[in-house]
């Protein structure tokens, strides 16, 4: 009843000389030990957003590896997914109260999916709160069970993270980007472990780019490759604050006259708040023509986005709250100096003046700006020492070997 999302192949092998001979090796050898394994990993899309650009990696690795690994996803309506949207949102702090008819909404479809769920497996993965309470319905389909948390839970809404930890705390193990996130009332038995997220250094988003072709791609959206320029890659959301960029351009501009300003940003058709925001973003940059605002709509995909975020002076991503900030991992590992909002995710991955700048305001922003443009040499290093920290840290092997260790450690 699941639906199973079929996967291309990929090889441990071509990620050596990114990663290094070690960590492969390590891999390997944790590897050894669970060849046949069967894991299954489910969460609640397969296109848009980071777990499902996460699992088209990891998967594959994992099968490459000798585990017997599969992704499927789980099955709802529109009913279901509005629901688990607000339990996102009020997980991640909206103080808004999720009625008793919207939690029956939420079991209903958990039950219907684990009657649904069929096969023998050592671990099973269970991506977000969306399939959470899966593993209480159907405790036999697997030996262990693990919940992966990709969202901010540091300032829950109280009542909905007491609905659904009762169902969190029946796993054997669980995955946090940052400690803020383990909740508090997590139960001893859960193994919790810190695992960022990653990137996938070899997939069109993030493998290396030429200067020339970036700079032959931006060029067609109306971008000047030869005059400074800023971006910023996010959805149009309020917490990603595209208006403030805004604001710090414009004082940058007082300095930097030729200076230019990209906002590229995802829209699904149907997401009336989106569009919402994205129109007051349009407003606000008040027909500035040295302000591109792009996005999916106008056919920026995976390789637009590469092209700008390896052009780009500078890549900010001027966060109000973040729960990773993968974009800002994107950029590091492009070796491009990097801004970001001091908040979440963003802070685990910039050390402010090592690997990038964290700032507070759009004053704060347009500072470290013009500090990055007067000085070629600091956005070298800065991105220099990103890059490193993206390699050591954020890329798809050190993950994969975060899930085998686990499944060592669970003995599977
Ligand atoms: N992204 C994209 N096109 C866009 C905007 C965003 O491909 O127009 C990608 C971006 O490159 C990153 C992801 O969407 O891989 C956003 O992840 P992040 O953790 O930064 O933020 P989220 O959207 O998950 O809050």
């Not at 262990?144 to 540091?154: E, G, K, N």
């Not at 796993?171 to 001893?188: M, N, Q, T």
């Not at 995909?301 to 974009?327: M, P, R, Y």
Request: glycine content about 8%.
């Amino acid at each position: 009843m699941l639906q199973e999302v079929s996967l291309g192949a990929r090889s441990l092998a071509d990620y050596t000389h990114v990663v290094g001979k070690d960590l492969v090796a390590e891999i390997r050898d944790l590897a050894a030990s669970l060849a046949g394994k069967r894991v299954l990993h489910v969460n609640a899309t397969a296109f848009g957003g980071g777990v499902a650009e996460i699992l088209y990696t990891l998967v594959p690795l994992m099968n490459d590896i000798g585990l017997d690994a599969h992704w499927q996803v789980m099955l709802g309506r529109d009913e279901f997914f509005d629901v688990t949207k607000q339990i996102h949102n009020t997980l991640q702090g909206d103080p808004r109260e999720i009625s008793d008819a919207d939690w029956a909404t939420y079991e209903r479809y958990n039950l219907l999916n684990a009657m649904g769920m069929d096969g023998e497996w050592d671990l099973i993965v269970i991506h977000d709160p969306q399939p959470a309470m899966i593993r209480r319905e159907a405790p036999d389909l697997a030996g262990s069970w693990m919940w992966r948390c990709h969202i901010d839970v540091s300032t829950p809404n109280p009542s909905s993270l007491a609905r659904l930890l009762p169902y969190v705390n029946q796993y054997d193990a669980a995955f946090f980007h940052i400690p803020e996130y383990v909740p508090p009332g997590l139960a001893e038995t859960v193994d919790a472990r810190i695992v960022p997220p990653a990137i996938d250094p070899l997939s069109p988003k993030n493998m290396a780019f030429s200067v020339d072709d970036a700079a032959f791609i931006a060029q067609q959206f109306g971008v000047d490759p030869d005059r400074p320029l800023l971006l910023q890659v996010s959805r149009f959301d309020p917490w990603k604050d595209p208006s403030g960029v805004i604001d710090a351009y414009r004082i940058v501009r007082r300095e930097v006259p030729g200076v230019q300003l990209a906002l590229v940003g995802s829209m699904a058709s149907d997401d009336p708040e989106g569009w919402e925001f994205y129109n007051a973003t349009v407003a606000h940059a008040e027909g500035d023509p040295e302000i591109k605002i792009l996005s999916n709509l106008n056919n920026v995909g995976a390789i637009e986005v590469n092209a700008f975020q390896s052009l780009a002076d500078v890549n900010i991503q001027k966060s109000l709250k973040e729960g990773f900030g993968l974009t800002v991992t994107e950029s590091m590992w492009k070796g491009r100096p990097t801004i970001g909002g001091a908040v979440g995710g963003i802070v685990s991955q910039i050390s402010d003046g090592e690997t990038g700048f964290l700032v507070s305001s759009p004053q704060q922003c347009a500072e470290r700006c013009i500090e990055l443009l007067a000085d070629p040499e600091l956005g070298r290093r800065l991105g220099r020492n990103g890059k490193e920290h993206a390699r050591r840290n954020f890329l798809t092997p050190r993950l994969l070997r975060d899930y085998v260790r686990l499944m060592a450690d669970l003995a599977v």
